[in-house]
């Protein structure tokens, strides 16, 4: 899972012999093992989660808990990504990225089931909808310099208002049942969108940790100036991720239609909690203190299986938000306290 | 100026004295064992070069930074408890005015001398502005500063809202009591403000306060202080010299020190190749400057604050505007205009700018060694889908070799290297790219002894094989051993060209000097008679 396995090499190569003795290298391999609590101890915790709830509770250690907790979140999976293209650059504050989904996932039922197009053009017509919206909050932030807060939540809030608008406040439903298989197409006992959303993940972390991209992606997040300085073309790059994080939300936003059949436009707005807090959690996965996707990946699904193990206990209301807010806090405070103490 | 201090030495505690404070960041000690003291209405000046500590003595001073155990901060001979508590060193009458006066554009006079003072009635919680503004205005005229209290900050001139800043710093002083340190306060102001603002100092003294004044002008150290502290690698070198028995090229010399002789000039290398043709190049202050830079020719660029040196070095290194110019290498014509979305262009016709704020300009603190030394070829030499880690591992561990980089870990974050170790990096993600033309600023600026020596070594080992360099810098040390020719600026002219064998003092001396002492420079008479008409002319 270590995003930096390709490149491992280097060290053998560059420093013969003082691997084992330098101070520990933040982020490449060979971690020594002192730092592998630290890394990896969000997955212990998933580990002892599961422990627990499958001995207080028989019933979890059950195959659909399982599918339970896997067919359900690739909402979130396409969301924290295109939070992660623009994260990744430096702008911590894309607020709009649920609102974007929503607003695609909304246009696209709306104009197959309303005004009968059709679906893979009313799906087009989304995806390009949500992209547009990206490159006007690239277009204000990059080229206007408007405050990226300011930007994505007026966005998001006008989104929310124009989705409402064209579904009339309705849930609609009625997308073709052979447009859903797209998404829910059985695949060794989990739908097929569950691996699409693996697949993002896996090209996301391969562009970043390997490609000239996602190491100019970095560098403008890490310092603009630095990067303009070595020849970086710094507002392209900008300007790109947030085109992109709508790309992503937009087409998340398909597959979840097709996924469940039907939309509400008001349901968007309940995401952007626990987009940040799995994006944040990330943070303590892997790559302690720094963005990245497989943690991110890895923190939706933990998050998922705390709150569906606590249902199974109790049905209670306050169990999710209560959960969510908790690990987030602990998590990210542990990893901003390992980080400070390893730079 | 000298009347109040001399009346109040020997007699009475000093206003401040500073006992062997040192620092020690991780496991570099920025600072050693300083010592100083101020009397009673002195104005004292503390110069260092960039990293020398200045800085971290003043952030020990306001409580900022806690001092290693041991050293002893006393003010009026009452001793501060350490780290010093901001509210004690107030109430001891200590108060720094910083760089940018730290003043708030956007509100009042009397908000911004009163900010955290205000006064609050007991039970409406309200702030009585009337009293406020009656206070303000009566420490303005204490001051002898004409300036309303209504005014909006933003909106007055250079000199009253120094005068505002300095109303601040001053209003809780009792008589004959205080000190107030002005941290390169007066580098954003013209000559005349200048003027204003030292009146507004003297003013100050007269009524008893001390002032401990920190700048790279020198000139005007030499010019205002009574005595001056001069600090070099976290050391003391001299405190309390009397400004009249130096000159600023006697403090230079002190600021730099010898360097150990470590370093001896070696023959050059230049050959009759052009390297780079810079024509008509308009930056900052400087106007229509045409350089010629040859294949091995190091070419040194000097001068005061805002001499124009800087800005020229900026504008070919691509890293600041220009109003204009072309810079030509190898056939290719730049045009030097404002600044773009990326140097792109520069790294492709061959130029290399090793910036002076390395951690800000030249790399990422968060990012590995080998990601910073390859970012910018990143892109050319790995595939589209591949950033490539063979040539990557093998350009980083080439220039850690070469470098010497400590330790030689290609993916240690350059955040955590020292000082020294940050430079080399930079220097190699340059070197790397095997540039036509190197531009540096401050090649050596705080680093240690070792590090300039292999940081010079790998500069002549570009200049051998046939890059054209450019070393713009302060330190006339570095430029007296590396240059074969060294331009001396002010006010944006080229005032003195050095050529052939120089000294450090040689360079100092065209520095302050009127340009008539330069040495004529054998190859370019007519240009070098021009130049130094104008030079004298100004």
Redesign the interface.
Known sequence: MDTAR??S???A???PG??GT??P????RPAPLTQIPSRYSIIVVWAALILFYSLTEPSFLHVTTFQAIFNSQEHLVFMTMALLCTITIGEFVDLSVPAVFGFAGTIMPVLVVNHGWNVWLGSLAAILCATAVGAVNAFLIVKMHVNTIVVTLGMSTLLLGISLLISNDNTVSGVPASFQSIATKDVGGLPISFYYGVALVLVFAYILA???L???M??VG??R????????????IRFGSFVFAGLISGVGAIITVAFVGSFNASSASQYLLPVFAAVFLGTAIFEPG?FNPLGTFVGIYFLETGVLGLQLHSAAVWIEPVFYGAVLVVAVTISTVLHRRV? | MSVAQAGAQGNGPDRLEVADVSKTFGSARVLRGIGMHIAPGELHGLVGQNGCGKSTLVKILTGVYTPDPGGAITVDGRELSLPVRPLEARAAGLAVVHQNLGLVDDRTVWENVRLARYQAARFTRRIDGKAERAAVAAVLARLGANVDVHERVGELSAEDRAAVAVARAMQDHQDGGGLIIFDESTRAMSKRSRGRFFELVRGVIDGGASVLMISHQLEEIVEVTDRVTVMRDGLVVETGIATKDIDEAGLTRLMLGRHLGTQNRVDSVATPAPAATVRGLNARSVRDLDLDVRKGEIVGLTGLVASGAVAVAEAIG??RSAQGGTLTINGKTLHLRKRR????D???AGVA?V?ERRL?????????V??NLT??R??KR?G????G??W???E??AM?KKLDIK???????V??LSGGNQQKVLLG?WLAGEPELLVLHEPTQAVDVGARADIIEAIREAARGGCGVLVSSVDAADLAVLCDRVLVFRQGKVVAELTGDMTQDDIIHATFEPAGDAEADAEHPAEDTELNVKGVAR
């Open positions: 390709p490149e090499g280097d060290v190569v560059a420093a003082t691997a330098q101070a290298a933040k982020r490449r390997c490609t000239p996602g190491r100019h970095r560098f890490a310092s100036e630095v990067s303009r300085l070595s020849g970086v073309r710094v507002d392209r720094r730079t | 691509g890293a979305d990326s140097s792109g520069f790294i492709a700018f910036a800000e300009q030249g790399l990422a603190g968060e990012m590995t080998t990601e970012l910018p990143v892109k790995g589209r889908f591949r950033t880690g063979a990557q591992a093998q980083t561990a850690i330790p030689p870990d290609p993916h240690k974050t955040g955590t993600k």
